[in-house]
């Protein structure tokens, strides 16, 4: 009888501290496993899903902007971009048309205030549309223009400009 007590008590250890690997699936862990590409997705486990990090940025007079603000809209028929931060708001009228390919901005509704100093006055404004994802509504292009400051000789050249994976 004690002998089989003793087997009892062994093989309910024995079975109580099996570790259940065969029942872990690995896609569903938390961790990022040998052979996935994210935490839990890519590999073996079904694709990563698209991570978006929308931006906009350009040169004014030669110094590099960021923006922790920025959008694309569509207003009376135009689209613009926006683009704001702690000293520089910026609109851009991108005119009617946002699907691929190169176009003039249109010359009206472009306004740029710099340390509040208003621009108002666009001339030469080209826009590149090199993404428009109609499916998740996010555009990518490039634009550069130059903004004129009335009653003022004073020019605001906004060049190397880039909006990325902005949502429309």
Same mark, same amino acid.
């Given at each position: 009888?004690?002998?089989?007590?003793?087997?009892?008590? &062994?093989?309910?250890?024995?079975?109580?501290?099996?570790?259940?690997?065969?029942?872990?699936?690995?896609?569903?862990?938390?961790?990022?496993?040998?052979?996935?590409?994210?935490?839990?997705?890519?590999?073996?486990?079904?694709?990563?899903?698209?991570?978006?990090?929308?931006?906009?940025?350009?040169?004014?007079?030669?110094?590099?902007?960021?923006?922790?603000?920025? /959008?694309?809209?569509?207003?009376?028929?135009?689209?613009?971009?926006?683009?704001?931060?702690?000293?520089?708001? &910026?609109?851009?009228?991108?005119?009617?048309?946002?699907? +691929?390919?190169?176009?003039?901005?249109?010359?009206?509704?472009?306004?740029? +205030? +710099?340390?509040?100093? /208003?621009?108002?006055?666009?001339?030469?404004?080209? +826009?590149?549309?090199?993404?428009?994802?109609? /499916?998740?509504?996010?555009?990518?292009?490039?634009?550069?223009?130059?903004?004129?400051?009335?009653?003022?000789?004073?020019?605001?050249?906004?060049?190397?400009?880039?909006?990325?994976?902005?949502?429309?």
């Amino acid at each position: 009888m004690k002998h089989l007590s003793l087997f009892f008590v &062994i093989l309910l250890l024995t079975f109580s501290c099996k570790k259940k690997n065969d029942d872990l699936d690995l896609c569903k862990n938390g961790f990022k496993d040998i052979g996935e590409t994210g935490v839990d997705c890519g590999g073996s486990c079904g694709p990563c899903p698209l991570v978006y990090m929308p931006n906009a940025y350009m040169r004014i007079n030669g110094e590099p902007v960021t923006f922790a603000n920025k /959008s694309i809209t569509e207003q009376n028929g135009n689209w613009f971009l926006n683009c704001f931060n702690d000293t520089i708001q &910026i609109q851009f009228n991108l005119g009617p048309d946002i699907s +691929v390919g190169n176009y003039q901005m249109l010359p009206t509704n472009n306004f740029a +205030v +710099v340390n509040g100093l /208003s621009y108002t006055l666009i001339t030469n404004g080209n +826009v590149g549309i090199y993404v428009n994802n109609t /499916s998740t509504q996010r555009i990518n292009g490039l634009f550069q223009t130059k903004f004129y400051h009335t009653g003022m000789v004073d020019t605001l050249f906004v060049t190397n400009g880039e909006f990325v994976d902005l949502q429309y």
